[in-house]
């Protein structure tokens, strides 16, 4: 796994908490501009997803095991996007305070990736 970007989307994820956590506290819903924010940590994520992939088909293996690796690059990808649809739903500072929960579900996740990897 690629130390760099699992530490640049753990940041970024962590950048999209504090920002959408500071619209929650005063009072607002997500906004365009958070989306633009949420597709560019997506867009870490899927890429990551993809060399997760393509490192595995390489035949590297994770340490701690492939199947609990590739369930958490899935968990890694969709937790944002999931966060985002969620606050669609909710167009209050609650849905701002779910991205900014997705955000730090996420830099957890990425963690956890290092972990399962093995440096």
């Known amino acids: 796994m690629l130390d ?19 619209a929650a506290s ?5 906004k365009d501009w958070h989306f633009i924010g949420m597709g560019v940590v997506s867009l870490l994520a899927l890429v990551q997803l993809v060399i ?13 095991g492939t199947t609990i690796f590739v369930a ?8 944002i996007p999931a966060a985002g649809f969620m606050s669609l739903a909710e167009r209050t500072r609650w849905g701002s305070v ?6 730090v579900v ?5 963690v956890r990736l290092f ?5």
């Not at 958490?72 to 937790?79: T, W």
């Not at 972990?115 to 440096?119: M, N, R």
């Open 4 to 22: 760099v970007l699992t530490l640049v989307t753990g940041v970024a994820a962590l950048l999209l908490a504090v920002w959408c956590g500071w």
């Open 115 to 119: 972990d399962i990897w093995g440096a």
């Open 52 to 64: 997760g992939i393509v490192q595995l088909a390489r035949g590297e293996k994770p340490e701690q």
């Open 98 to 103: 779910t991205v900014a929960a997705g955000g």
């Open 72 to 79: 958490y690059l899935i968990g890694a990808f969709a937790c």
């Open 26 to 30: 005063r009072d607002q819903p997500t």
């Open 106 to 110: 996420l830099a957890v996740l990425e």
